[in-house]
Structure formats: C-alpha cells, structure tokens
C-alpha cells in the first residue's frame, strides 16, 4: 500500500518500458493526476482500477463476464458490445440482458441439475432451462407462486425419470458433436486424399514432357488441325525439333509439344520405332553440309529398311564433314 500506482505495475511487471504501464494505467482510468499517489491514499474504486489494469495488462485467453451491463448506459453497453467481439479469446457471460447475449456469442448454456446442455439459439436454452416458457409461449396461465418451485432449473425436485431423461440428452448431444467432429475429420481426409491425386497425376504429366530429343527418336507430334501424326526427329535446336512425318513432309515444333505415345488412342499407341539404318542416314543428313550428304541422307530417311540409303548418308556427311576442313 506504500507504493504508487506506477511502481506497484512496475513490481508486478519488472523490465516492462514504464511508457507502456503509464498508457495502460491511463486507459483504465489511473491518470496522471494520481499514477505517483500512494495507494493508501486512493479511493476503493481508483485502487480497482489499478487492480484491473494489473489483470488486464498480459491479454487473458478467457474472459468470465458475470453481469457486466449493469449500471452502464446505452452508450457504454455498446461499447462493450464492440470491444467484446474484437477480443479474440474464449467468452463466458452471465447477463439478463437478451441483445447482449445476441450480439456477442455464439452458443448458449443451458446449467441445471444432471444437465450442461449447449444450444445455438436462446429459445431452446431457455425452453431447456424453465419449463414455464413453453407454457408461456402457448398463452397458457403461469402460476407465478409455483413456477421456481416446478421450473427445472432451480429449486423443483427432480424425479429419478427427470435425471435419466436429462442424462440421455445429453449423452445424444455428445454423440452428435462426436459425430460431427468425425465426420469434419473425414471429409479433411477425403480433401488430402483428393488433392495428392492430383499432385500425383500433375507429376506425371510434367514426367511424361521430354525435351533433350535426338536425331532418330520416333514421337508423335501435334499438327495444325489438332490430330496427332507419328514423326521421326531429324535435329534438335534451341528453336526448336525439326521432324519428319511418314509422307516426307517436314515441321517444326516445340520440344515439350511432343509426346513418346499418341494422346488420340486410349491404348496409347506407341509412336513407330525408326529403323537402324534409318536413324544412321537421318544423323547423316542431319549432319552433312555437302550436296552429296544432304542427298544421301534424306534417302536414307526415306528407305524403309534404312541399310544402303543409310550408309550412302552416313559417307555423304563424312565426306561434307572433310570438306568443311
């Protein structure tokens, strides 16, 4: 009692800046007028206030409000009302005022002997809690003299049928939050579950992309008219695959356009296998500079069996090869 406001906040909070206790103080309504006042000379209501700021100083997780309307004006309860919804910890309120209640939680209780029963709206808590309000909802007469003594929830006796009832509502209640806590988790799962199959299929389609093609290798390239043809690479640059269809004719393409297998047939149809002489005669073409390599080479590509035209290409390209020495 022998210290101030300031030092009592600055001994319950020790290496706290005594800026931020000043502030605090102040907002409880412990001013600078009596902040350096010794204790033991404030008033009951102004040592409250240092109480309280002490409370409040470290946010609470749960705030335990029992009637905290009264005495307050139109104004201060809205306030409150504000202030209540902006803290973002667990609420507990006991008040007779019904738009408080409205305005700020969630669930009700519903506390009477054998029962701690939780519901989401005020009528069902209040039809659990007194058994006069469906009597008074229905217009029927209430004898208010006996009411507290039949309500259930304060002073009636209650039969050993009334407890068991209770218990049984109860014990429904609890299987229906299990319930739905499990089916929550479920449908968690079923999402996860859902979302790696489709990472997993994403995967694979980024694996099936091929991109370091070579002279000779058989895929399946797009053309302009959306169909799929069977191709043989002839070079591969940074521009692009050059390619070579079964008619001779010859695309540029993207390297990541092209596919190992024909996207058109569901039995993905593999793409037809280039013969060895073949592969041989194309690499010719692809690498002879000389009139005679270039000739030598598209006849390899064009021979079926690939083994003449083929060799005609890989000597022509050996011969251009030399030339450019």
């Not at 139109?74 to 209640?101: E, M, P, Q, W």
């Not at 929830?153 to 299987?175: K, N, P």
């Not at 299929?201 to 058989?218: F, S, T």
Request: glycine share 12%.
């Amino acid at each position: 009692m022998d210290k101030n406001a300031l030092e009592f906040m600055k001994w319950k909070f020790p290496g706290t800046n005594v800026g931020s206790l000043r502030g605090h103080l102040a907002k409880t309504g412990v001013g600078e007028s009596i902040v350096e006042s010794r204790m033991k000379n404030l008033s009951f209501s102004q040592r409250s206030c240092v109480i309280f700021a002490a409370l409040t100083f470290v946010p609470p997780h749960l705030l335990i409000m029992d009637e905290p309307t009264n005495f307050l004006d139109l104004d201060s309860v809205d306030s409150l009302i504000k202030a209540v919804n902006k803290f973002k910890g667990g609420l507990v309120v006991v008040t007779h005022n019904r738009d408080f209640l409205k305005r700020t939680v969630s669930s009700f209780l519903s506390i009477i002997p054998g029962a701690f029963l939780e519901f989401s709206t005020m009528k069902d808590a209040e039809r659990a809690t007194y058994s006069f309000i469906s009597a008074l909802e229905s217009g029927q007469h209430v004898d208010v003299k006996n009411a507290i003594m039949d309500n259930r929830g304060g002073g009636a006796v209650h039969t050993e049928q009334e407890q068991a009832m209770r218990a049984a509502r109860l014990t429904a209640q609890q299987q229906k939050a299990k319930a739905e806590v499990e089916a929550a988790e479920a449908e968690k799962l079923r999402v996860e579950a859902l979302a790696q199959e489709k990472e997993k299929a994403r995967l694979a389609k980024l694996a099936a992309l091929k991109d370091d093609w070579v002279a000779g290798d058989a895929c399946w390239a797009p053309t302009k008219g959306g169909k799929w043809v069977p191709v043989v690479v002839v070079r591969n640059t940074s521009m692009g695959v050059t390619c070579k269809t079964e008619s001779g004719e010859v695309m540029m393409t993207d390297a990541k356009k092209l596919r190992q297998e024909s996207p058109e047939t569901s039995g993905s149809k593999p793409a037809p296998a280039a013969g060895g002489g073949g592969s041989r005669g194309a690499s010719g073409a692809a690498k002879s500079t000389g009139r005679g390599g270039a000739r030598g080479g598209a006849q390899g590509a064009k021979t079926a069996a690939g083994g003449n035209g083929g060799g005609r290409g890989g000597r022509g390209g050996a011969a251009a090869r030399g030339g450019r020495k």
